[in-house]
C-alpha cells in the first residue's frame, strides 16, 4: 500500500534549491556578469561601491563594508576593535552556545575568549538573563547571533551593553531582513557581520560577507584590514588579510538584492503555513514573539525523536536537516571548552530539525512536508 502511494508521489521535497533560486533570475544575472567581464575592472571597483551603497541603505546603516564572506566579516569587526584599542588579547566575548561555528572561529582567530551562554529555548536566541550573570571582568563584548533568521532580544542586550560598557556585535549571517519596529538586522549593534554563501537568505554566486556599522572609524579600519591593511597604495597601516567582496559577486549581489523583500515575504508565508498547518503532540514548533522579527532563514523545530523523524520526512520524499549536530563546545576544534556543561544547548542539539523552506518552495510542496509531519507515529 505505502509502496504504491510512494510511486505516484511527486519529485523530492528538496531542503533548498539554490538553482532554482538563482534560474528565475539567470537573464539579469548573465547580463551583468558579461558587463563585469567586459569591464576590465574585477576588484575594488565600481560594483562593490554600488553594492556596499546600497546593503548599507537597505540595512539603514550609513556604512557597508564588503569582505569575502561571513566568516572574515565577524573576525575582521573584532579585529577592527582591536585596532582601535577597544578590544585586546585575552578579553571575553559572549556568545551564544547554539550557534554555527563561524561565531566561536571569529572570536578564538583574534586570540579572544568565546564565552557560550545557554540560549533561551522557545527562540533559540541569547538569553538577556543568562548574558547578565556570565558578565565577568574581562569581558568587553557580546556577539549576539540572530540564529535561523530570527532577531535577537536587541533592546534587551543593547541595555546590557550599554549599563557594562561593553561592544554588541551582530552574527547576521541567517538573518537578512529580519525586524523590530521597522529597524532591519544590522542596526542594532555597534557592527554587524552579514553572509552571502548561496544558500543565505541573500546569496551571492559563490562566497561574500559585509560589514555594516554606523562607526565611521570601524567601518574604515575594516575596509583597510580587508585590503593588506592599506588605504593607499603600497602604505599599510595594519598587518591586513586579504578578503574582498569581488566585483562580479557585487554585480550579482545588487541583482539579488532587488527580490530579497519578496523572497523574505515568501519564506513568512512558508512558516505561517508551518505553523498554522504542524499539529504533533511530539514536535514543537519554532517561537516567534512578532512576524517581523523572524527571517526564516530555516524553519526549526524541535521533537524528541528527532532521527526517526528525519527517516520518515526522508521516506516520503521530504528532505531536511540538522542545525546543528554538534554544538562548538563539543568539537573537536575546541578541546579547551570540552568541560563546560550546557545541558541545554546539548539538548537542542539532539532535538532540532531544519524543514525545507525558501522563496521557490512551492504550495503543494508546503502541503506535502505539513501533511508528512502530522502522519509521523513516534517509535516506542
Ligand atoms: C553562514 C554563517 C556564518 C559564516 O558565513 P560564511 O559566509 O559561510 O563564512 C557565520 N555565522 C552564522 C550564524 C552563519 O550561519
Redesign the pocket.
Known amino acids: 500500500m505505502d509502496g504504491v502511494l510512494l510511486r505516484t508521489e511527486p519529485a523530492d521535497v528538496p531542503f533548498l534549491d539554490v538553482g532554482a533560486i538563482n534560474a528565475r533570475h539567470a537573464d539579469e544575472l548573465k547580463a551583468v556578469a558579461a558587463r563585469v567581464i567586459d569591464s576590465g575592472r574585477y576588484v575594488l571597483g565600481e560594483e562593490l561601491a554600488a553594492f556596499e551603497r546600497e546593503f548599507a541603505a537597505w540595512c539603514g546603516v550609513p556604512h557597508a563594508v564588503g569582505v569575502g564572506?561571513?566568516?572574515?566579516?565577524?573576525a575582521l569587526i573584532l579585529r577592527g576593535y582591536k585596532q582601535l584599542g577597544a578590544l585586546g588579547e585575552g578579553d571575553e566575548v559572549i556568545v551564544p552556545g547554539n550557534?554555527?561555528i563561524?561565531?566561536f572561529l571569529a572570536v578564538s582567530a583574534n586570540r579572544l575568549l568565546p564565552v557560550p551562554v545557554e540560549p533561551d529555548p522557545l527562540s533559540f536566541n541569547l538569553d538577556p538573563a543568562r548574558v547578565a550573570a556570565a558578565i565577568g571582568p574581562r569581558t568587553r563584548a557580546i556577539m549576539a547571533?540572530h540564529?535561523y533568521g530570527q532577531l535577537a532580544d536587541m533592546p534587551a542586550l543593547a541595555a546590557l551593553a550599554r549599563q557594562h560598557r561593553l561592544l554588541l556585535i551582530e552574527?547576521a549571517?541567517?538573518a537578512h531582513g529580519a525586524a523590530c519596529d521597522g529597524r532591519r538586522a544590522g542596526a542594532f549593534g555597534d557592527a554587524a557581520?552579514f553572509?552571502?554563501?548561496p544558500a543565505?537568505n541573500l546569496g551571492a554566486l559563490g562566497?561574500?560577507?559585509a560589514v555594516v556599522t554606523a562607526d565611521a572609524r570601524l567601518a574604515r579600519a575594516v575596509a583597510a584590514l580587508r585590503n593588506y591593511g592599506s588605504e593607499v597604495k603600497y602604505r599599510h597601516l595594519f598587518q591586513g588579510v586579504n578578503s574582498r567582496l569581488d566585483e562580479l559577486q557585487a554585480a550579482l549581489l545588487r541583482v539579488k538584492l532587488k527580490y530579497l523583500d519578496d523572497e523574505v515575504a515568501w519564506r513568512r508565508r512558508v512558516a505561517r503555513r508551518y505553523r498554522d498547518g504542524i499539529r504533533h503532540a511530539q514536535i514543537r514548533l519554532p517561537g516567534v514573539a512578532r512576524e517581523e522579527q523572524h527571517a526564516w532563514?530555516l524553519f526549526v523545530l524541535r521533537c524528541p525523536h528527532r532521527d526517526a523523524l528525519q527517516q520518515h520526512l526522508q521516506a516520503h520524499g521530504i528532505h531536511s536537516q540538522v542545525h546543528y549536530p554538534v554544538p562548538p563546545h563539543r568539537q573537536p576544534a575546541y578541546p579547551e571548552l570540552h568541560h563546560l556543561s550546557l545541558p541545554l544547548t546539548e539538548r537542542l542539539h539532539e532535538e532540532v530539525l531544519s524543514l525545507p523552506i525558501g522563496p521557490t518552495l512551492g504550495e503543494d510542496a508546503v502541503a506535502r512536508v505539513i501533511a508528512a509531519c502530522n502522519a509521523f507515529r513516534c517509535p516506542p
Open positions: 564572506n561571513g566568516l572574515d566579516a565577524l550557534t554555527f563561524a561565531s547571533v540564529l552574527d549571517a541567517q557581520a553572509s552571502f554563501f543565505k562566497d561574500g560577507g532563514h
